[in-house]
């Protein structure tokens, strides 16, 4: 696929992706599971479930309800979380983790899109101390994410701050558009969940990739093109199709990235709550 570079007398513009199953095979936070409990901050039984999750978010994603039972867990779960040690547990483990499951084909569309002159964000409903670093690796140039309060400890209190999930990815976008100049008409989305609807419609070239039936049945009656990506593949392991510098990425919202095994325990009750009624 080849792009236009811009023309730098125009506003600006950006590819704003999400992450899971967009950019990469999985999903980022419940990845780092067993890391965590390795760190001591999950125990077994959660590491369990996470690995449960996993599956289970591969083989259908997660709708509506069940990202909101997350969110509601999610403040419960980290309470306590010494955020220090998350940002180690997932700066040791990021390459060993990450780096083996990014879609080539997103890596070269990020490439394409910097070539162009475009800036790259991720925007992304899991925390930041996840989000940023992979951003960082992918030389993403901002990232949009999951913000909890940190009290003066240095600990997660357990209270969300902010939640980027469907209609807030479109806010937060929009917000950087009138921040950084970008000309939304003129911009890209791409993401694989319907529930970013809302994210793919702000902007005037939205992409489904890989795309749950929903999103699937949505891009079908508007007339967004379906992109397939299937090749997870290690960065320094693919061919240097265009040679662009990495960008450190910009955190636009810090969050808790360690909600790893919050989806875990998530999928794991509604699964058995269903089995048992």
């Given at each position: 696929?080849l792009?236009?570079?811009?023309?730098?007398?125009?506003?600006?513009?950006?590819?704003?992706?999400?992450?899971?199953?967009?950019?990469?095979?999985?999903?980022?936070?419940?990845?780092?599971?067993?890391?965590?409990y390795?760190?001591?901050?999950?125990?077994?039984?959660?590491?369990?479930?996470?690995?449960?999750a996993?599956?289970?978010?591969?083989?259908?994603?997660?709708?509506h309800?069940?990202?909101?039972?997350?969110?509601?867990?999610?403040?419960?779960?980290?309470?306590?979380?010494?955020?220090?040690?998350?940002?180690?547990?997932?700066?040791?483990?990021?390459?060993?983790?990450?780096?083996?499951?990014?879609?080539?084909?997103?890596?070269?569309?990020?490439?394409?899109?910097?070539?162009?002159g475009?800036?790259?964000?991720?925007?992304?409903?899991?925390?930041?101390?996840?989000?940023?670093?992979?951003?960082?690796?992918?030389?993403a140039d901002?990232?949009?994410?999951?913000?909890?309060?940190?009290?003066?400890?240095?600990?997660?209190?357990?209270?969300?701050?902010?939640?980027?999930?469907?209609?807030?990815?479109?806010?937060?976008?929009?917000?950087?558009?009138?921040?950084?100049?970008?000309?939304?008409?003129?911009?890209?989305?791409?993401?694989?969940?319907?529930?970013?609807?809302?994210?793919?419609?702000?902007v005037?070239?939205?992409?489904?990739?890989?795309?749950?039936?929903?999103?699937?049945?949505?891009?079908?009656?508007?007339?967004?093109?379906?992109?397939?990506?299937?090749?997870?593949?290690?960065?320094?392991?693919?061919?240097?199709?265009?040679?662009?510098?990495?960008?450190?990425?910009?955190?636009?919202?810090?969050?808790?990235?360690?909600?790893?095994?919050?989806?875990?325990?998530?999928?794991?009750?509604?699964?058995?709550?269903?089995?048992?009624?």
């Open positions: 696929m792009w236009v570079v811009e023309n730098h007398s125009l506003p600006r513009t950006a590819a704003f992706f999400d992450l899971d199953k967009t950019v990469i095979a999985k999903s980022s936070t419940l990845t780092f599971g067993k890391s965590f390795q760190g001591g901050l999950i125990n077994r039984r959660a590491a369990l479930r996470t690995a449960y996993q599956f289970v978010f591969l083989t259908g994603g997660a709708d309800d069940q990202m909101e039972r997350m969110r509601k867990y999610l403040s419960a779960l980290c309470r306590g979380w010494n955020v220090q040690q998350v940002k180690e547990i997932v700066a040791e483990t990021l390459h060993d983790l990450i780096d083996p499951i990014i879609y080539d084909e997103a890596a070269s569309l990020i490439e394409e899109h910097h070539t162009a475009r800036d790259v964000v991720i925007v992304s409903t899991s925390g930041a101390e996840v989000v940023e670093p992979i951003g960082e690796l992918l030389g901002r990232v949009v994410a999951t913000r909890m309060v940190v009290g003066d400890d240095g600990c997660f209190t357990g209270e969300v701050e902010y939640y980027a999930y469907g209609p807030t990815k479109a806010e937060a976008i929009k917000e950087l558009a009138q921040s950084e100049g970008y000309d939304l008409d003129r911009c890209y989305a791409y993401s694989d969940s319907a529930t970013d609807v809302p994210m793919l419609e702000s005037g070239h939205p992409y489904a990739v890989n795309p749950d039936r929903a999103l699937r049945r949505e891009a079908l009656a508007r007339g967004w093109p379906i992109l397939d990506f299937n090749r997870p593949v290690r960065l320094k392991q693919r061919l240097p199709v265009l040679s662009v510098p990495p960008r450190p990425a910009l955190v636009v919202a810090a969050a808790v990235g360690a909600a790893a095994a919050t989806a875990g325990l998530v999928w794991y009750a509604s699964r058995r709550k269903a089995v048992t009624v």
